[in-house]
């Protein structure tokens, strides 16, 4: 393979971009395949960025491909759209947070055709992409693992190997977890301490100082305290797709199905179905959706 490999990116949306960008300032060249949304891109071509719209084409002209996109049915759809282009010395690097069992059936396909295949889903948000500060959680053998530092190491500043094939996506499943566990814990206190008289901007110094401080208290209480409940920029229906699969997944394993992982579902499940899915999760602090008739 060439020193610097031809990269196709498909997806470049909030976090796409960032990564995107990171990649051409190392001197990748970059061909983005848009499905929809073309909003900030305009930065991302004026550094050298090429498109297309056939994804066939994208697959001609890369040597290693990115698919960053919404959910495992999407990157589903992706491979089977490129397979027919694609070759044994192929690299396929899905930066979604996807379902295992879904990475693990296409990782099969691809080694039927000889393509290499990795999952490295990514933690951070669009300032973290941007900055080339994300953590990429890798999911593959451990011959790939080295071309696929390579690439990933541009936008990230923390890289490892979890394991095999699916593996990364697992590990993003359970980060998620976490992460959005701590959103409806917050959420729910936050409520309670508006509910109760308790002053905020008090409650938020008293946390920020101790044990209860996190990285989701700061990107989502703090511009809560200005009235902007959008400091968390991930969207409601993304945590209720990731909620759903590790659900789906502690409900296959041997211990069994998870009763709290079910619980945090149930709050972005009822989130959805007020039609906040395309508010970010930080919304869920607003008191104006808790509203009678909201």
């Not at 394991?163 to 499943?173: I, Q």
């Not at 008090?202 to 009235?227: F, H, I, N, Q, W």
Request: contains cysteine; charged residues 25%; aromatic residues 6%.
């Amino acid at each position: 393979m060439p020193a610097i490999e031809r990269i196709g990116l498909v997806g470049a949306g909030l976090m796409g971009r960032g990564m995107a960008l990171n990649l051409l300032k190392a001197g990748y060249p970059v061909k983005l395949f848009i499905h929809r949304n073309r909003q900030r891109l305009d930065t991302v071509f004026a550094q050298g960025a090429t498109e297309t719209n056939d994804l066939q084409e994208l697959a001609r002209r890369s040597d290693a491909i990115i698919i960053c996109v919404d959910k495992a049915e999407t990157v589903r759809s992706v491979v089977n759209d490129l397979l027919p282009a694609l070759r044994p010395e192929h690299l396929l690097i899905d930066a979604t947070t996807s379902d295992p069992a879904v990475t693990r059936e296409i990782a099969e396909k691809m080694r039927l055709h000889e393509v290499s295949y990795a999952d490295a889903p990514i933690t951070g948000g669009p300032v973290q992409a941007e900055a080339g500060a994300l953590g990429s959680l890798v999911g593959c053998a451990a011959a790939t693992f080295p071309r696929v530092k390579n690439i990933v190491v541009n936008y990230s500043k923390a890289v490892r190997r979890i394991g095999d094939v699916g593996s990364g996506h697992f590990a993003k499943l359970l980060n998620n977890f976490v992460t959005h566990g701590t959103v409806t814990l917050l959420a729910e206190a936050y409520g309670r301490a508006r509910e109760n008289g308790v002053d905020w901007q008090a409650l938020y110094a008293v946390m920020e100082a101790g044990a209860a401080r996190s990285g989701t208290l700061e990107k989502m209480v703090k511009p809560a305290l200005d009235g902007n409940f959008d400091g968390s920029q991930f969207f409601i229906r993304n945590a209720q797709k990731d909620l759903a699969y590790f659900c789906r997944v502690a409900a296959s394993s041997e211990r069994g199905a998870s009763v709290l992982g079910e619980t945090i579902r149930g709050v972005f499940d009822a989130a959805v179905a007020a039609d906040l899915g395309e508010r970010y999760v930080s919304a869920l602090l607003d008191p104006e959706i808790r509203a009678p008739g909201k």
